[in-house]
């Protein structure tokens, strides 16, 4: 049987932007308890509440999934993503293909220029490791030596890098970019090894 979380987390995907009494009413329960867990999955950041007025009077408070909570659920991006890269490798020369997944990962190090310009190596790294979390890594790096060892622990990216490794260029080539120092691929995941590891010089220019 499913919790009361788990219900309103399906009624939330069935009904977006939903009042708490509508949500009370959908899973049966009253809208004290409702709010408490509410409360919860916003602090999960599983779900975002927003103001919408309707007539005259105060607004009211609306609920919805957030990105995160969306996720929860089964989806076929992998599939279509899949299929996506098939039938777009098969149109377009290798070079071509190249390039599109280097300006993802260079249009994306862009948008967070100005915030690490002025960062050393290691509050780069760190900005880096956290920015990757972001879009579903999970990172850690350490100093050997004279070089840096950064360390993709899980990669969002696994499932279709098996039938398109070409994919692991994206988050090569934004760490490079982050970083502005080449980051050298020394460990991969696809071939065998427990995660992905990435090597960097100690010293890296400023962008």
Known sequence: MKSTKDRILQTLLRHPKITVNELAEAVEINPISVRHHLTNLQMEGLIQAEEVRHGVGRPRLVYSLTEEGMERFPTKYLRL?????????????????????????EDLANEYSSQIKDMN????????????????????????GGEYQIHEIS?????????????????????????????????????????CTYVVQATGAKI
Not at 98 to 104: D, G, M, R, Y
């Open 81 to 105: 993503t899949t299929r996506l890269l098939t039938q777009m490798k098969e149109t377009m020369p290798a070079p071509v293909v190249a390039k599109l997944f280097n300006q993802i990962a």
């Open 121 to 144: 190596m290691e509050e780069r790294l760190e900005f880096v490791k956290e920015m990757l979390a972001q879009e579903g890594f999970t990172v850690e790096w350490e100093k050997k």
């Open 155 to 195: 990669c969002p990216y696994y499932q279709i890098g098996i039938a398109h490794p070409e994919v692991c260029t994206v988050d090569q080539t934004l760490i490079s970019k982050m970083l502005a120092v080449p980051a050298n691929k020394v460990q991969c995941i696809l071939n065998g090894g427990s995660h």
